[in-house]
């Protein structure tokens, strides 16, 4: 059960359906609610209503590092409002993960997000080649099913204590 709030936003474009089923898992693994906002919606307004209900898993549909026609971005206003963030990452074909996904990583530390997790979504899992990447991964979890999900579960919640 979670205490507070997460968002939940991809490293560039995932897929729709492979976001969503992740988030699901995540909501039903830690036994809150799962809502969605889309990047067109502000950030100001959703933010300021977020901690007022029971926490909740939140997807973040769309880009996230865009910036809207108003100057809004939603990763400035997560840093802004501090809300805990995970971030969704999917290994290319070959099992390597893309450019975008530490580039999405450096804009959320630069815009002090608080990241509370970097997972891998489906694809084989080599922790031995997470390693090599130098980025901060918290864990797997299948594109489909619970695979990994315990594990990664057990992770998040220790990061969301410290």
């Known amino acids: 059960m979670l205490d507070q709030s997460i968002v939940v936003i991809g490293a560039g474009p995932l897929p729709e359906l492979l976001m969503r089923r992740a988030c699901r898992t995540l909501a039903e693994a830690f ?3 799962l809502s969605t906002v889309a990047v067109g919606q502000s950030p100001q307004s959703f933010l300021a209503d ?3 209900d029971c926490p909740r898993l939140v997807r973040l549909a769309g880009d996230s590092g865009r910036v809207a026609f108003d100057g809004s971005c939603w990763i400035d206003a997560l840093g802004a409002w501090r809300v805990p963030t995970v971030l ?3 290994p290319l074909a070959d099992g390597a993960i893309p450019g975008v ?3 999405y990583l450096a804009l959320c530390h630069s815009r002090r997000v608080p990241l509370i997790g ?3 979504i489906g694809g084989s899992w080599s ?3 997470r390693r090599r ?3 901060p991964w918290s864990g797997w979890m299948a594109a489909q099913g619970d695979e990994g999900l315990d594990a990664l579960v057990t992770v998040l919640q220790c990061q969301l204590r410290s």
């Open 31 to 33: 036994g809150v609610t």
């Open 50 to 52: 977020l901690h007022r």
């Open 88 to 90: 969704l990452a999917t």
């Open 101 to 103: 996904v530490p580039a």
């Open 118 to 120: 970097l997972i891998q």
């Open 127 to 129: 922790l031995t080649e």
């Open 133 to 135: 990447d130098g980025l």
